[in-house]
Every structure is written in structure tokens, then in C-alpha cells.
């Protein structure tokens, strides 16, 4: 587990979509893939300084859910990598919330 505490290289991280279903919801079809997770450094920045990238991880998870609705989750495996290619294990005591966007995800 990568519980670190970011630098400018922690905070470069990848969500990974991958379809674990032969078939998916129509809606879905397009959502597998790689997104870049980008911190809005003008915003955020001091916020995040401090926090584990568990933590990091699990809000940016939020900021994708946000962002890209997905009909069916079962369809799918959804990963958070870092600047290594490493998965980042989510914060187990994070509580999902929509009210801050620490992130712009874009698919790549």
C-alpha cells in the first residue's frame, strides 16, 4: 500500500477503467480506458499537501464518478495508478462527497 505523502510526481495519477463484462450498458460503452487525473494547482494545492495518497486516490475517484457517470459499476474494474504505474489503494475511511472537485479528469 502507497500511503505517502505527496510530492509534485505523487500528485500525476491515472484512473484505469477496464470492462470485466462481455457486454455492457449501452451508456457505458465508451467509458473503458485510461483517464489523467490533473490537480488544480491554483485552487487546491495547499489542501492536499498534507494527505496520504490514499487519500489523494479516494478523491479522485470522487471527482470521476462526478464527472463520468457509469450506469452499471459491476461491468467494471476501476483502478488508481500512480506516476509509477502502481495501484493506490483507496482511503478505507474516506466517505464519498461531491461537494469539492479537487480534480479535472480527461480521458487519454
Do not use: W
Amino acid at each position: 500500500m502507497n500511503t505517502t505523502t505527496p510530492t509534485s510526481s505523487s500528485l500525476k495519477m491515472i484512473i484505469q477503467v477496464k470492462q470485466v463484462s462481455k457486454t455492457c450498458h449501452p451508456e457505458d460503452e465508451s467509458i473503458a480506458g485510461d483517464y489523467e487525473v490533473s490537480l488544480d494547482y491554483g485552487r487546491n494545492e495547499n489542501d492536499l499537501k498534507e494527505m496520504p495518497q490514499s487519500k489523494l486516490a479516494s478523491l479522485a475517484l470522487d471527482d470521476f464518478h462526478a464527472q463520468f457517470g457509469i450506469a452499471s459499476l459491476d461491468d467494471f474494474q476501476i483502478s488508481v495508478l500512480d506516476s509509477s504505474g502502481r495501484e493506490i489503494e483507496e482511503d478505507g475511511d474516506h466517505e464519498p462527497s461531491s461537494s469539492k472537485s479537487y480534480f479535472f479528469i480527461e480521458k487519454i
